[in-house]
């Protein structure tokens, strides 16, 4: 007589899987929208601290108007401030909210959108009212000169 597993004790097994599958998956999903929300505000940081050496190393103080292209090398004048220039890991095209800076009073603005609207980093609304949303329910991240 050979030993084997029943219809219902397979069937059992499987339907213990699914259980435990459904429980752990949303689980999963929030954690993946935390760590692309940590690697955004840590992304805004390094351009933050990239843009002060800029800014220092210009002949008069002042930003960059535009941010480089996503994975690209931002320099100037043979200095080297970001080797590969961050993009959002989720956003399509991927740079992150940067108008254009008030190189008068030395002012900009950074922004991103967050996608755990629980983060008590963020901040209601969008970047912008038309250019860059960040859909029902906004959540965003802003940083400024420091």
């Not at 752990?24 to 390094?46: C, G, I, S, W």
């Amino acid at each position: 007589m050979k030993k084997a597993f029943t219809l219902i004790e397979l069937l059992v097994v499987i339907a213990i899987i699914g259980s435990l599958s459904a429980l752990f998956l949303p689980n999963f999903m929030a954690v993946r929208e935390k760590a692309r929300d940590t690697q955004r505000k840590f992304d805004l940081k390094q351009i933050q601290k990239a843009f002060e050496l800029y800014k220092q190393d210009q002949p008069t103080e002042e930003y960059p108007t535009a941010l480089p292209e996503v994975n690209s090398n931002f320099s100037s004048g043979g200095n080297v401030y970001m080797s590969k220039f961050p993009g959002d890991p989720n956003r399509t095209p991927s740079n992150y909210y940067y108008p254009v800076p008030d190189n008068v009073n030395l002012t900009y603005t950074l922004c991103a959108c967050l996608e755990n609207k629980a983060d008590p980093d963020g901040t209601s609304g969008n970047c912008d009212d038309v250019s860059y949303t960040c859909g029902t329910n906004p959540k965003k991240y802003v940083v400024n000169q420091p």
